[in-house]
């Protein structure tokens, strides 16, 4: 049985920082690609970053880039979301998700982020 578990979203004044964890299991995590998305009450759900097998190639949103980092550590089959310099239009349930072929199959079940203005 896959499980994704996001950790790590709370409340944070603006320019705060977050660290968000996901961690998976019943799966070989290496050979997905990992990715965050959010949702925001009354928007589509968007994404946010995306990472590859390894470490070597990071894909950002243009709304975070610069102030988000994406990384992943294979041997605690867990993804991370650095998030600094935050904004109030960053507040959104936060979702890890795994992909093969392209096609996002497995959800965690989101962790809250607020950032406060």
């Known amino acids: 049985q896959v499980q994704l578990v996001e950790s790590g979203g709370g409340l944070v004044q603006a320019g705060g920082s977050l660290r968000l964890s996901c961690a998976a299991s019943?799966?070989?995590?290496?050979?997905?690609?990992t990715g965050w998305f959010r949702q925001a009450p009354g928007k589509e759900r968007e994404f946010v970053a995306a990472i590859m097998y390894s470490n070597s190639s990071a894909y950002y949103a243009r709304s975070v880039k610069g102030r988000f980092t994406i990384s992943r550590d294979n041997a605690k089959s867990t993804v991370y979301l650095q998030m600094n310099s935050l904004k109030p239009e960053d507040t959104a349930v936060y979702y890890c998700?795994?992909?093969?072929?392209?096609?996002?199959?497995?959800w965690g079940q989101g962790t809250q982020v607020t950032v406060s203005s």
């Open positions: 998700a795994v992909a093969q072929r392209g096609s996002y199959k497995y």
């Open positions: 019943g799966l070989t995590f290496s050979t997905y690609v």
